[in-house]
């Protein structure tokens, strides 16, 4: 019995730190964002609201140049990439609201704003890898089996940038960018 107790008393400690670094990613987007355009539209939208609003944050928090020339880097493409969707939603003959984040999009971002910038870079690199891999499947699947041609042309459109930022981020993740991983 003691030894169990030393045992659990031990994997409780050793968890502890584990717990308290954890990051919440975003939510993957619904499985109709990957068929239909009004529900895909809205994901894409969400997904870019997120990537501009949690790089905002750790423009003002990283103290890492690196991580923060990524930052930039995921606000102009993301910018961009929003355009680019309202345009082709718009030629599509839909009008879609401005873009709004979801409740677990909201929890990532209120991770960000608590972090400490000891902790900001690799929650934001811990957040980055799977929102953008969620990112990359949504655009892939509208790409291949959307409902409005001007949607697939700018989902396909999509898809090299988010590559690009799913490797940039491995890159920082991988300590070569982020004090401290």
Known sequence: MMATTRLLLGAALFAAPVIASAQTPPPPPPAEAKTTADAYVAAAGKSDLYEINSSQIVLQKSQNAGVKKF????????????????????????????????????????????????????????????????ALDLHQSYASGGDKAPLKASAKAAVPIVKRHIAEATKLQGGSGAAGM
């Open 71 to 134: 930052a930039q880097m995921m606000i102009d493409h993301h910018q961009k990439t929003t355009a680019a969707t309202v345009k082709a939603a718009q030629k599509a003959g839909l009008n879609p609201p401005p873009p709004a984040l979801d409740p677990g999009a909201t929890a990532s971002i209120n991770e960000l704003q608590a972090a400490s910038p000891a902790d900001i870079d690799r929650l934001y690199l811990g957040q980055q890898l799977p929102a953008h891999q969620a």
